[in-house]
């Protein structure tokens, strides 16, 4: 049997939550809204750092990750970490548009998301490179070493790196 005061009263404990988090995200500029509908959906919790940083949580039934995104979308990264394993942080993706490349943003990312998995308590992070590309050389430059030259299920296009932080 359906009770329905219990549903009401979740009905409404939801519209109240949705009401507090209209009201959190009012605080940010228009621009940053812009920036974040591109990468998130309603019900996001979202941490405003700077003006030019956003730095968004989501939980799932593995564990949770972390999105960055920075200067109005021109760069972002994701770290993931599992409930299984949460003294390691996988960086699953890192963006930085083309006409930004060169210029320090991708180090920036990686100096940042460094330091939110430290802060999460991960005492490694890591991540898949292409073969053949300069990315295995920038990663090296970035303290990463190669841990696996052939991952399962990725034979023969990337290497599996990690770095202790």
């Not at 956003?54 to 109005?72: A, C, D, P, R």
């Not at 070493?145 to 023969?156: C, K, L, R, S, V």
Request: proline residues 2%.
């Amino acid at each position: 049997m359906v009770d329905f005061k219990k549903l009401m009263k979740l009905k409404q404990a939801v519209q109240e939550a949705i009401v507090e988090e209209e009201q959190y995200r009012s605080r940010f500029s228009p621009e940053e809204k812009r920036v974040a509908q591109l990468f998130f959906h309603r019900g996001s919790v979202w941490e405003r750092k700077q003006c030019k940083e956003i730095i968004h949580e989501n939980l799932w039934w593995w564990g949770k990750s972390f999105t960055i995104i920075v200067e109005g979308g021109k760069g972002s990264v994701v770290l993931r970490i599992e409930n299984e394993r949460p003294d390691a942080g996988g960086i699953c993706s890192l963006i930085v548009l083309e006409e930004e490349r060169q210029k320090g943003m991708g180090t920036k990312l990686m100096k940042m998301v460094e330091e939110l998995a430290k802060k999460q308590g991960c005492e490694q992070i890591y991540l898949c490179a292409a073969k053949g590309t300069f990315l295995i050389p920038w990663y090296r430059k970035l303290g990463f070493e190669i841990y696996d030259e052939n991952p399962e299920g990725q034979e023969g296009y990337v290497v599996s790196m990690n770095k202790m932080i």
